[in-house]
């Protein structure tokens, strides 16, 4: 079975925007419509370590230029639309925007959070396996680790 219309979620950071690739070789090797999505949490914890972006980043219009640009850069040969959504709950948006749209296929990436940062800020990714009523295709962020012996 092949997707015809897929769900591409975008957060921006460099294992989202990496996870295209697969996205793409998927969509042209099946003839899928591809959606980029990003959903801005206006109520998201942001870890103390972060830097805080400014109001102006997170506008629609910025969000919408950035996966205009992640669009081109990745998917210039595909049928693409872009989302973008303002929501408390990205799980939530993200799992009724493709049962609203006919999306066959989600894909999100895994940022491989653990431990307490995962108990306090959660994981999109695995809510989004939850509840999704179609498949979904978890991309995992490749860690850095020593050799084993």
């Not at 690739?21 to 419509?33: D, L, M, P, Q």
């Not at 969000?63 to 408390?88: F, M, S, T």
Request: contains cysteine; negative net charge.
């Amino acid at each position: 079975m092949s997707a015809k219309h897929i769900l591409a979620c975008v957060d921006f950071s460099a294992h989202s925007t990496r996870s295209l690739a697969e996205v793409g070789e998927y969509a042209r090797a099946n003839g899928s419509k591809v959606t980029l999505i990003h959903v801005s949490d206006p109520q998201a914890f942001i870890p103390p370590q972060a830097v805080l972006e400014t109001a102006s980043t997170n506008d629609e219009t910025t969000h919408r230029a950035a996966l205009a640009k992640l669009r081109d850069q990745n998917l210039g040969d595909i049928e693409v639309d872009i989302a973008v959504l303002v929501d408390h709950a990205p799980a939530k948006a993200i799992c009724d925007y493709a049962e609203e749209h006919g999306v066959d296929l989600i894909v999100v990436g895994s940022h491989g959070r653990g431990g307490v940062e995962r108990w306090l800020i959660g994981s999109v990714a695995e809510r989004v396996v939850r509840h999704a009523s179609s498949n979904v295709y978890v991309v995992r962020q490749r860690l850095q680790t020593a050799s084993l012996p």
